[in-house]
């Protein structure tokens, strides 16, 4: 492989902004893996957004690139895997698997879909020093016939859309909107765009605490409940940024509470195949079932406030941000019937019927 812009690149970032700013191009902001693909002729590799090679776990995009991307090109944009409810992270992370033949197997029954939004190079054409506006002219010109499962984000210079974008499109995976400066350049690993994501509170059941990185006597993360239709405690994320004086008090105060698995809405040995699926929900491995799972079951008896920005299917999709205690909530009350529920969009209608002409 021989490129202008070689591997590993890290990606353009962006910083997180209260409002959408004025002045800029605004895109939808997808949910799945930040990854930059280099073709070169039959030679096609995709970087992480930490810079590592994922191009074992994707086969079906691999030759996706290859018919669909010009034969030499740079491209940064989201893996994503999309289902009829919208993006689905949790299916996505499952992508990630060591065994070959498993890998095959996934590529599929749950095969992915690539977002473009930004191009790096293009035949012999360094473009990373040249003004946004113009890489995203070019982009939709090679992206202008490409076919599902690539595609083009949509982008837009109207604020007011971008708006409705942020409000509208939650329901199909989104968590936000992207702005862009138009003359700016590509450079990577550094915070030059803007995220504007939602933010949002709800009360949930702590049902058990992981022990910190620097061992037993204090708190890493609790662990979050809600309560489903059916009277089960769904496992929905964790909560983890405490002062270490907090985490330590924590630990102390959360042990008349302690239980044992027996006695836990989160037996494991009860678990049923499709949960052990997603071992890795509740803390523990995926690629090794019979792992510790490494937290300590708590009663589900205290009720804590969280801030959290959205939803992938059924958890938090980011680490949520403690709130406050609430002593007045019984912890049955905690449901899902608190969270909002934006409408679904399907990813093809977002990215035919968004794009620009």
Not at 37 to 57: H, Q
Not at 74 to 97: N, S
Request: aromatic share 8%; glycine share 8%.
């Amino acid at each position: 492989m021989k490129l202008p812009v070689m591997p590993p690149v890290a990606p353009m970032l962006a910083k997180l902004v209260p409002a959408i700013p004025p002045g800029a191009s605004y895109e939808p902001k997808w949910d799945g893996f930040r990854t930059v693909v280099f073709r070169d002729g039959d030679e096609v590799e995709l970087g992480s957004r930490n810079e590592r090679p994922m191009t074992r776990y994707f086969p079906e995009l691999v030759e996706a690139f290859r018919a669909e991307l010009p034969t030499r090109c740079v491209v940064d944009g989201e893996i994503v895997l999309a289902t009829p409810a919208g993006l689905d992270f949790g299916l996505l992370q499952l992508r990630l698997h060591p065994a070959a033949s498993r890998v095959r197997l996934l590529a599929e029954r749950t095969p992915a879909s690539f977002i473009a939004f930004d191009l790096l190079a293009l035949g012999d054409d360094d473009l990373t020093g040249r003004p946004f506006r113009q890489r995203r002219a070019l982009l939709e010109q090679i992206l202008r016939d490409a076919r599902p499962p690539v595609h083009l984000t949509p982008a837009t210079t109207d604020r007011e859309l971008a708006l409705r974008w942020f409000d509208q499109f939650e329901g199909a995976g989104l968590d936000g909107v992207v702005a862009k400066p138009l003359d700016g350049t590509y450079q990577p690993d550094k915070r030059v765009m803007f995220k504007i994501k939602h933010e949002r509170t709800a009360d949930c059941v702590v049902a058990g605490y992981r022990p910190h990185k620097s061992g037993p006597d204090a708190v890493g993360s609790l662990l979050l409940g809600l309560y489903q239709d059916d009277g089960s405690l769904a496992s929905v994320g964790v909560v983890g940024a405490f002062p270490m004086q907090e985490r330590r008090r924590l630990v102390t105060e959360l042990q008349p509470l302690v239980t044992t698995f027996d006695e836990h809405p989160w037996n494991w040995a009860r678990a049923p195949e499709e949960v052990r699926e997603r071992w890795s929900d509740f803390g523990g491995s995926r690629w090794n079932a019979g792992k510790d799972l490494s937290f300590t079951p708590l009663r589900p008896e205290r009720v804590v406030e969280v801030r959290y920005d959205h939803m992938a299917g059924t958890r938090f999709r980011h680490t949520a941000q403690f709130v406050r205690w609430r002593p007045d909530r019984a912890p049955r009350s905690c449901t899902f019937q608190q969270l909002e529920r934006p409408v679904t969009f399907a990813l093809n209608d977002i990215v035919a019927g968004l794009a620009p002409p």
